[in-house]
DNA sequence: TCATAATACCTTGACAGACATAGTATTGTG
DNA sequence: CACAATACTATGTCTGTCAAGGTATTATGA
């Protein structure tokens, strides 16, 4: 058990929509987004980073995302991404079947 | 794709939960639970039967339900599930993580 | 100076829940 | 008498998540 309070399993398949989500923002690279996660969800979940680059990863072959190397001149190179129109559609559907599922939920627990 | 309406995905993790709501009302047999969800949700979600089994194969090998046949004397063989003390425990602590759970992804979707 | 933490990325193998598919058996219906 | 509905079970596959391991750079403080 790492440091989250907040159960995975129940956040499972959301990985998607949270990272397309905070693309919607602007470009941002990788353990940036991890670290945005964190503070977002006030502190409740942490991204594991596997779980992250493997949903990037997918993003990135499905054509939501695209991924570019920054210019850092010195410092770590840092691999950016960017949301396309195809990765905004997906987080509107995604958004959408959450506010569904939801309502399900509550019924249902 | 069956007669969902609400992505299966987004539901993973809750089905035992799902049926230990169930099970507060009072014992029922597999096939009525199936029934029940769906009626439950809305007609928003068919809980698949092989998930339903699984789930509570799990819940019986872990103690939060126990299992027995029916008195039938016609019709098919029916097997009945009764929560348990530890189910009930079960199904608070999950109820509760649920709202966390919630409360997060609405900071983060 | 040099160990350590923090930043930043990536890969691999394993696990667990959900699923499709298949099967058995009984009863009601047209 | 075929077929749908009821009711339970077993098997193998898929997918997202994770633990664990790795590489490399920069900042910090003892």
């Known amino acids: 058990m790492t440091n989250t309070t907040v159960s ?8 998607d929509t949270i990272i397309l989500k905070l693309l919607l923002g602007g470009d941002h ?3 940036e ?7 977002t969800s006030g502190h409740m979940y942490e991204l594991n980073e ?31 991404y960017r949301l396309t129109d195809a990765g905004r559609e997906l ?12 309502t399900v939920l509550e019924k249902l627990l």
Request: glycine share 8%; charged share 30%.
């Open 50 to 80: 596997a779980t992250m680059y493997s949903s990037l990863k997918r993003l990135e072959n499905d054509g939501r995302i695209t991924a570019y190397w920054g210019s850092e001149t010195q410092g770590v190179r840092r691999k950016y």
């Open 8 to 15: 995975s399993d129940l956040l499972r398949g959301h990985t």
């Open 91 to 102: 987080y509107a559907a995604n958004k959408n079947a959450w506010d569904v599922a939801r």
């Open 33 to 39: 987004i991890s670290k945005k996660v964190y503070e």
């Open 29 to 31: 690279y990788g353990y």
